[in-house]
């Protein structure tokens, strides 16, 4: 069974600017999250999508968004980029939301803000 | 105060050795916990997953949870090259997951 894909692998982007990444999520699982990941301050939850809903947001600005599709693929997206923005964003799916269905992550995108 | 607090490391150990990785967390309502491998330019790959106290083995790997002291840890035996990677727990609360911030493990041959 494939595992759980992110593209693009490496962004590098221009402050201002906006950026849309993909996370296509093991075949069968519902939920997709997204996670924003630092050297400083560890994985920080974005958001989860379960059947195209949003289900729970954690504390990022408003340029940060995301979507999920029928297919339960999902895009997340970033606009007006900040330096501070620069990090990986990993996607992760599981069968349903909740604890019980722990999550299996993709190997991220890389994005790099000048 | 963090809801999870990881000791970052890093850690080096002689090939063989016993690896014991540990977490603490301040919300009583963390209900199951998940230890996650990480090697670099790679996502997070789950190790472990548990709900109650006690311990839980698979192969060389042993989670090991204590609510009573919101305490978890997980043990390595016979540590080869290959665990040399960061180590992540994570916990759930009823509306997300928590992660610690990794222990960095080198494991020298």
């Known amino acids: 069974k494939a595992g759980v894909t992110q593209t693009p692998r490496y962004l590098i982007k221009t402050r201002g600017q906006q950026v849309t990444l993909s996370c296509s999520p093991i075949?069968?699982?519902?939920?997709v999250s997204w996670y924003q990941q630092t050297p400083g301050q560890g994985l920080q939850f974005l958001f989860e999508?379960?059947?195209?809903?949003?289900?729970n947001k954690g504390n990022f600005p408003g340029r940060f968004s995301g979507r999920q599709f029928s297919n339960s693929r999902s895009e997340m997206n970033v606009s007006t980029l900040e330096l501070g923005d620069s990090a990986l964003y990993l996607c992760?799916?599981?069968?349903?939301?909740?604890?019980?269905?722990?999550?299996?992550f993709g190997n991220g995108t890389r994005l790099t803000v000048t | 105060q963090k809801e999870v607090e990881q000791d970052p490391g890093p850690l080096s150990v002689p090939e063989g050795a016993i690896v014991s990785l540990n977490c603490t967390y301040s919300?009583?309502?963390?209900?199951?916990f998940m230890w996650y491998r990480q090697y670099s330019r790679k996502g997070p790959e789950l190790l472990m997953y548990t709900y109650s106290s006690g311990n839980k083995e698979d192969g060389r790997f042993t989670a090991q949870v204590d609510k009573s002291s919101k305490y978890i840890s997980l043990f390595i035996r016979d540590s080869q090259p290959s665990d040399s990677a960061t180590y992540l727990c994570?916990?759930?609360?009823?509306?997300?997951?928590?992660f610690g911030t990794g222990t960095s493990l080198t494991v020298i041959p």
């Open positions: 075949s069968g699982h519902r939920s």
């Open positions: 999508y379960f059947s195209e809903t949003q289900r």
């Open positions: 919300n009583s309502a963390f209900q199951y």
């Open positions: 992760a799916s599981s069968l349903v939301s909740g604890g019980n269905s722990p999550l299996h």
């Open positions: 994570a916990m759930w609360t009823g509306n997300q997951f928590y």
